[in-house]
């Protein structure tokens, strides 16, 4: 029901743009996250967003160079990377939710949803 798209290989500092479509599902009512995952490393959240789009969280060493953003008419939520770096590699995954509680947003626990991946890599 989740579908991500958008990944490929970019220079270090270059840009990309994620997208996450929705079929099934009424978008305006879902909590949007995204999340990536190295080879052997632990799933990881990056942004996500309120279902009004009015509130966003960043992990910390992506904020200020990425930005999460959503078009409800098109259930669609967007995932901007720019100045990325060679450690933004990963395998980028959407997730929704209906339980959207700002103290959890970051949870992967919290996300009934998810769509497949979509390869990022960052060369140096």
């Known amino acids: 029901q989740l579908q991500a798209s958008g990944g490929g290989l970019v220079q270090d500092g270059g840009s990309l743009s994620l997208a996450c479509a929705s079929s099934?599902?009424?978008?305006?009512?879902?909590?949007v996250g995204w999340f990536r995952q190295a080879p052997g490393k632990e799933r990881e959240f990056v942004a996500a967003?309120?279902?009004?789009?009015?509130?966003?969280r960043y992990l910390d060493s992506v904020a200020g160079r990425f930005t999460i953003s959503r078009d409800n008419t098109k259930n669609t939520v967007y995932l901007q990377m720019n100045n990325l770096k060679p450690e933004d590699t990963a395998v980028y995954l959407c997730a929704a939710t209906a339980s959207c509680i700002s103290s959890t947003m970051k949870r992967t626990t919290a996300y009934h949803y998810w769509g497949q991946g979509t390869l990022v890599t960052v060369s140096s």
């Open positions: 099934g599902l009424t978008f305006r009512n879902y909590c």
């Open positions: 967003i309120k279902s009004s789009g009015t509130a966003t």
